[in-house]
């Protein structure tokens, strides 16, 4: 398969401007191509994850990728699929996150090959120093007023209301694309479904102020079946920096996929052949219950943003948690592990016995639940079954001698720690 063929196969083709001419030009020679990526927090989530794994997928079949941080979008703010105005944030703020971006980024594109070399480049360098005469007269000049109106990102704000600095985002972003092809030779922009139009007005200035051609393709925005939000939790978005989700919560997100959706975010996100996705899609239909597409989904993209050693690690804490013999653990990965779970802070000097314990914790609403759970076997802590209504613990037999974990049941856990 040619990189078009290969990405259609994966679902990854929403739309492209010049179809024909665009497959042409992949296949006769190396091109330039790039995505944009707006530094609005101190990392990237793994929304971003599939324009990235895209970038990767062009460089490894021979191109040039291109990942552009926004040090001066991000000071503005995208319109596209916002209701309101986006929070401004300030210069510093923006400039650390891009830093923190830019390192991210490197994780995934290789600046080392000989022939296709990746680049990072930052759209302030070119766009921080342009006065508001040279932007409205050089750029603002090439686009009409009746078009950008009807541009998707622009005309579902037009009812609540937008502001001039993100109606003007367009711009900046075409900006950015009439540079790269100035500075780069870059002829390929890929974006989000939702970036057609800034990415057609990108083409369009392109052709005006250059007389040459260039070429836009989008990729889906990624859902889910059962129609909740891509990448959110309970305890909000997945990162890919790891001290803002763990790797374990990371590998954890993607082993729970839903049998409706691993074939699916396997093609996405992993660079598994053709026939292996295959092969694993006949597992989900004739023994759904060894999960074996989901582990190969979580191992593959955990490995892929966090590094082998990492992901091994990830696993055996997810194989410990299963098996509840939690004893492996060390105290850090005891409070990585429970990180989600309910928690409780008790005085070193609270009681100890079991039933103070688990009503202290919530595993039990009263006294009375708790002994008749302790008497019936379904309490065990640290990964021992409690029995004995009367049993007390040492601080010596805790985890660090401050952590305790309950389970109650097969599945609900809860972690008390002693300050």
């Given at each position: 398969m040619n990189i078009l063929e290969e990405l259609e196969f994966r679902g990854l083709v929403f739309q492209t401007t010049d179809r024909a001419e665009l497959e042409k030009l992949l296949d006769e020679q190396s091109i330039g191509l790039y995505v944009g990526f707006d530094p609005t927090a101190d990392s990237l989530h793994i929304g971003s994850l599939l324009p990235i794994l895209t970038l990767r997928r062009f460089q490894l079949a021979g191109h040039k990728p291109i990942a552009v941080v926004g040090g001066a979008t991000g000071l503005i703010g995208d319109p596209s699929g916002k209701k309101q105005e986006r929070t401004l944030n300030g210069p510093e703020m923006v400039a650390n996150w891009t830093q923190k971006i830019h390192a991210q980024l490197s994780r995934f594109i290789d600046f080392e090959a000989e022939e296709n070399a990746g680049i990072v480049v930052n759209n302030y360098d070119w766009t921080g120093d342009m006065s508001v005469i040279e932007f409205l007269r050089d750029i603002g000049k090439n686009f009409s007023l009746n078009t950008m109106l009807n541009r998707e990102s622009v005309s579902a704000r037009l009812e609540t209301g937008i502001s001039f600095t993100e109606f003007s985002y367009m711009l900046l972003q075409s900006n950015d694309f009439l540079e790269l092809y100035r500075r780069h030779d870059c002829v390929l922009q890929i974006g989000g479904s939702d970036q057609w139009g800034n990415i057609v007005g990108g083409i369009d200035l392109i052709r005006r102020a250059t007389g040459q051609q260039a070429y836009g393709l989008t990729i889906p925005l990624v859902t889910k079946s059962d129609g909740t939000k891509?990448?959110?939790?309970?305890?909000?978005?997945?990162?890919?920096?790891?001290?803002?989700?763990?790797?374990?919560?990371?590998?954890?997100?993607?082993?729970?996929?839903?049998?409706?959706?691993?074939?699916?975010?396997?093609?996405?996100?992993?660079?598994?052949?053709?026939?292996?996705?295959?092969?694993?899609?006949?597992?989900?239909?004739?023994?759904?219950?060894?999960?074996?597409?989901?582990?190969?989904?979580?191992?593959?993209?955990?490995?892929?943003?966090?590094?082998?050693?990492?992901?091994?690690?990830?696993?055996?804490?997810?194989?410990?948690?299963?098996?509840?013999?939690?004893?492996?653990?060390?105290?850090?990965?005891?409070?990585?592990?429970?990180?989600?779970?309910?928690?409780?802070?008790?005085?070193?000097?609270?009681?100890?016995?079991?039933?103070?314990?688990?009503?202290?914790?919530?595993?039990?609403?009263?006294?009375?639940?708790?002994?008749?759970?302790?008497?019936?076997?379904?309490?065990?802590?640290?990964?021992?079954?409690?029995?004995?209504?009367?049993?007390?613990?040492?601080?010596?037999?805790?985890?660090?001698?401050?952590?305790?974990?309950?389970?109650?049941?097969?599945?609900?856990?809860?972690?008390?720690?002693f300050e």
């Open positions: 891509f990448g959110k939790t309970e305890s909000g978005a997945i990162w890919l920096d790891a001290t803002k989700t763990s790797v374990y919560q990371f590998y954890q997100f993607w082993l729970n996929t839903q049998d409706d959706d691993v074939i699916k975010f396997l093609k996405y996100f992993t660079f598994l052949s053709k026939e292996e996705i295959e092969a694993l899609e006949q597992e989900v239909a004739d023994n759904p219950g060894a999960r074996k597409a989901q582990k190969a989904l979580a191992e593959h993209v955990t490995t892929l943003v966090h590094g082998q050693a990492e992901t091994e690690r990830a696993i055996r804490m997810s194989s410990v948690l299963f098996s509840g013999d939690i004893k492996e653990l060390s105290v850090d990965e005891i409070q990585e592990v429970f990180e989600g779970v309910p928690s409780t802070s008790l005085q070193r000097d609270h009681a100890t016995d079991i039933v103070s314990l688990l009503v202290a914790s919530g595993a039990c609403s009263s006294k009375r639940q708790a002994r008749e759970d302790v008497t019936n076997g379904a309490i065990s802590v640290n990964g021992d079954k409690v029995t004995d209504v009367e049993r007390e613990f040492t601080h010596e037999e805790m985890f660090g001698g401050q952590f305790l974990v309950i389970r109650r049941g097969k599945k609900k856990y809860f972690l008390v720690k």
